[in-house]
DNA sequence: TGTACATCAGTGAACGCGCGTTCACTGATGTAC
DNA sequence: TGTACATCAGTGAACGCGCGTTCACTGATGTAC
């Protein structure tokens, strides 16, 4: 019970951290885009944060369970830009661009939302509804425009595609300069598929 | 120094495996595609082949040297498996259809494949060989018929669209049974793009 | 305005685990004479 | 054909590590009177 001396006052750290929760997870977004998911430690994202190390389980029920929320949180934003950019003026070049922007702005993040977890995420409904939003969003823009009958096709064609390229320039096997002008061109490709007489692409 | 039991010359395993580098690596496929990349342990393939935890050491400098040795198998099986395509009565939508049935057949290899063992291929000159060998085969398969200029532009897409089908199918979102319908709608479009006029591209 | 008490937020020691890697070793095999 | 010796293939104990999770706890805060 000693009173406190100056430097405690100036170099202690408060005993209520008051953003646990956020900073756990913007810790583990740092590992993440810096070792890739499986960096992500509950210890040393604790140790980041200046807490003791089980600190997080007074919000998260488990390791799991905040590479869910942090996951759920990835898709929030991917959502909001594509919500964005479909709102644009150019909303399908729009959308391929935001895509392959948040993959490559968000490597490890990226990984996270389209690796395992998001396999289980029976498991976590906050998860689930939010990548469900992100589904929805990206339909609706691959969609614009095309004939009812082929809507679904020509989804999963833009998806893939953007998904494809995004994946292939996190691996560094597309060299990254080009990425805009392909992600671009390389967007054309959904629309001649399914509509290949639509005088609103035009030629290479 | 007992005499042998019958027993013993029943059930005692040789002293000698004999083949410990190639089971290691098919151990190693097995949790692969089992657990993923990160559910692969040194010891637990070790125990699976019934050998004791250091026995790879003789063939294996680490663990990465294993997994690096494990994903050049892969490309090499999934160039032969190109080859093979090339060769065949429809080239592109062969590749096409090799390339994800192989990521289908070999989920984990494949995302191995695919994943930071390749980022630094530099360190494991065998890997990075057979990664190039696939590489080629594939330029080539998708660039055939595409005139000089776009042969760059279309292969990119081409990979792209494997790519991106691939990792949606392996990653459950979008439904496995039309797979292979799949593959090939989705590859018309990277011929479409880059010779919109090519007679050779039926209509949709 | 002060005090008692409930609740909240974070602590710290301890558990058991499986891992990659090192080291000096031993059992088995092949070779030369 | 037998023996001595070198080489090869695999062993087993030990190292230190960081991890996820549990548990009973303590310091800080808010509320009621």
Redesign the interface.
């Known amino acids: 019970m000693n009173a406190l001396t100056i430097m405690d006052i100036v170099t202690k750290k408060p005993y209520h951290h008051g953003h646990v929760a956020e900073a756990m997870r913007s810790a583990a977004r740092a590992m993440l885009d810096q070792d890739?998911p499986?960096g992500v430690g509950l210890r040393e994202a604790a140790r980041r944060i200046g807490v003791s190390t089980t600190a997080s389980y007074r919000y998260y029920q488990s390791k799991d369970d905040l590479l869910a929320s942090v996951a759920a949180e990835g898709f929030r934003e991917l959502s909001a830009a594509l919500d964005v950019a479909i709102r644009g003026s150019d909303p399908m070049f729009g959308t391929a661009i935001a895509y392959v922007e948040f993959a490559l702005k968000n490597r490890g993040l990226f990984r996270l939302m389209?690796?395992?977890i998001?396999?289980e995420r029976a498991k976590y409904p906050k998860l689930s509804e939010a990548a469900e939003v992100t589904?929805n969003n990206l339909h609706l823009a691959a969609g614009r425009g095309s004939e009812p009958r082929?809507k679904n096709?020509e989804a999963?064609?833009a998806?893939?595609?953007?998904?494809?390229?995004?994946?292939?320039l996190i691996?560094?096997?597309?060299p990254e300069e080009n990425a805009r002008a392909?992600a671009e061109?390389?967007l054309?490709?959904?629309r001649?598929?399914?509509n290949?007489d639509d005088p609103s692409v035009p030629?290479?």
């Open positions: 890739g499986e389209f690796g395992p998001l396999v589904f082929n096709v999963i064609t998806w893939s595609l953007l998904h494809g390229l995004s994946s292939l691996e560094g096997l597309v392909l061109t390389v054309f490709a959904s001649r598929v399914v290949p030629s290479a």
